[in-house]
């Protein structure tokens, strides 16, 4: 139990444009999903909290106009990353948790590279 | 600044012997206590979790969690190559549910 797909899991693409990335839960009601992003040789980093619902809450330094998050339903958020340009180029997961105190799972990620 | 260290290794271990990985945490609220695995170019993957004082064990691992001391670790028996990978700790900071992540340990075990 508790799978989180993430998709696409690779992503390349051309400055300017904008990428959106889906995150569901297949087996669970994810009431709260959360994105991360990681840079190479350095752990996760939280960007922000995503309850079903209501506006993201993002972390101090990002930018909310850039990283548009929407989690329309119980089992899916999907991150938009606007305008992309080469220093937004990184390893992109989601998280997502049922209930108070289980576990975060994660999806497999998106590696994302923008040229 | 709420924190979460680990010592970022490599730790080589020869296969077949324990491995001990170590993490502390500044807040002394903090509620629940996780170890992921990470093997290179994956996302996290969760081994254990631990919400008490004393130990918990699973198959190969245990976790071991000292609120007083603020560390929680995470032993590995009879390590196997398969295990080389990052090990992450986080760590829930009090009043939300919110990972704050060590930095992770790397894991060699050796042939």
């Known amino acids: 139990g508790a799978v989180v797909s993430q998709h696409p899991s690779w992503v390349i693409c051309k400055s300017g444009t904008s990428v959106k990335i889906e995150c569901r839960s297949l087996?669970?009601?994810?009431?709260?999903m959360f994105w991360y992003r990681q840079f190479p040789k350095q752990s996760l980093m939280l960007m922000a909290t995503s309850n079903e619902g209501s506006k993201a809450t993002y972390e101090q330094g990002v930018e909310k106009d850039k990283f548009l998050i929407n989690h329309a339903s119980l089992t899916l958020s999907t991150l938009t990353v606007t305008s992309a340009h080469p220093e937004d180029s990184s390893f992109y997961i989601c998280?997502?948790?049922?209930?108070?105190?289980?576990?975060?799972?994660f999806g497999d990620g998106t590696r994302l590279s923008i040229l | 600044q709420k924190e979460v260290e680990q010592n970022s290794g490599p730790l080589s271990v020869p296969e077949g012997a324990i491995a001990s990985l170590n993490c502390t945490y500044s807040d002394r609220g903090s509620q629940s206590f996780f170890w992921y695995r990470q093997y290179s170019g994956k996302s996290p993957e969760l081994i254990m979790f631990i919400y008490s004082n004393g130990d918990k064990e699973d198959g190969r691992f245990t976790a071991q969690l000292n609120k007083a001391s603020q560390y929680v670790s995470l032993l590995i028996r009879d390590s196997q190559p398969s295990d080389s990978a990052t090990y992450l700790c986080a760590v829930t900071t009090s009043g939300t549910y919110k990972y704050i992540f060590g930095t992770g340990t790397r894991l060699k075990v050796l042939a």
């Open positions: 998280s997502a948790r049922d209930v108070s105190n289980q576990p975060q799972h």
């Open positions: 087996d669970f009601q994810a009431t709260t």
